[in-house]
């Protein structure tokens, strides 16, 4: 499976527009460089509460391996210079699932990871672990760890239902 940046983009784009199609009203969509450097996609309202969100679609644990909505990937250091997205601006996170995006607000998950992550690097992916993966873009290694969905549908503030679930 080829896991060029084109259609990694093209991929992230589609999840974020079903997103912000099963939100209460879609505002806008991010700018090139607010998406890069300020860590959001798009700008919506649900329950009447206007929020920049970063969505995040459903991932694999490993390339090798099918899509998991068990879990989520949180990244924490983009690089040695650069905060991952959990630090950026957006307001909220919406984690994809099958069936629903769980919205998670940025203060209650960087409050979770600090509390729950594990301070100890795995060569394998390991939930609550850190973990480093090698950055293309930026230099040095992303840190990231591996949560479970469940866990942040307990710290949600919104359960968004799909709208168009294939």
Not at 25 to 50: C, G, L, M, P, S
Not at 90 to 95: G, M, S, T, V
Not at 121 to 142: E, I
Request: with cysteine.
């Amino acid at each position: 499976m080829s896991y060029d940046n084109k259609s990694f983009l093209e991929k992230g784009k589609k999840v974020e527009e079903e997103f912000s199609q099963d939100c209460d009203e879609f505002i806008r969509n991010a700018t090139k460089n607010e998406d890069i450097y300020q860590h959001w996609d798009v700008i919506v309202k649900i329950n009447n509460e206007k929020m920049k969100v970063d969505v995040k679609g459903i991932k694999r644990i490993r390339r090798n391996e099918p899509l998991d909505e068990t879990i989520h990937w949180i990244e924490i250091k983009r690089s040695k210079k650069y905060l991952g997205w959990l630090y950026g601006q957006a307001d909220c996170f919406a984690f994809e699932m099958n069936d629903k995006w769980i919205v998670v607000g940025k203060e209650e998950l960087q409050d979770f990871i600090a509390k729950n992550t594990i301070k100890e690097y795995k060569n394998v992916p390991t939930l609550y672990h850190l973990y480093k993966r090698p950055s293309k873009m930026f230099d040095g290694n992303n840190v990231l760890t591996l949560v479970e969905s469940e866990k942040l549908i307990k710290i949600s503030k919104y359960i968004v239902q799909k709208k168009n679930i294939v």
